[in-house]
């Protein structure tokens, strides 16, 4: 994958670090939660266009840097 990417009209690297954490950071992503989060995140990615670049789901947070294109907004 190169560094920058193309449209016609741009040439862009716009890549984002999100951290989602449930209300008081209760440990509840477990097991077949985990699961679930994690394709949900993809299935949603994959239907913006979004590119996944690092994904990591503990038990209280997931972290999520993502290359997301310039006309989407976070």
């Given at each position: 994958?190169?560094?920058?990417?193309?449209?016609?009209?741009?040439?862009?690297?716009?890549?984002?670090?999100?951290?989602w954490c449930p209300?008081?950071?209760?440990?509840?992503?477990?097991?077949?939660?985990?699961?679930?989060?994690?394709?949900?995140?993809?299935?949603?990615?994959?239907?913006?266009?979004?590119?996944?670049?690092?994904?990591?789901?503990?038990?209280?947070?997931?972290?999520?840097?993502?290359?997301?294109?310039?006309?989407?907004?976070?």
């Amino acid at each position: 994958m190169t560094k920058w990417k193309k449209l016609s009209h741009a040439i862009y690297q716009c890549k984002y670090h999100i951290v989602w954490c449930p209300k008081y950071r209760y440990r509840i992503l477990k097991g077949q939660v985990t699961e679930f989060v994690e394709q949900t995140l993809r299935m949603l990615c994959e239907w913006k266009t979004i590119g996944i670049l690092e994904m990591n789901v503990k038990e209280d947070h997931i972290h999520m840097i993502l290359s997301i294109l310039p006309r989407l907004s976070v």
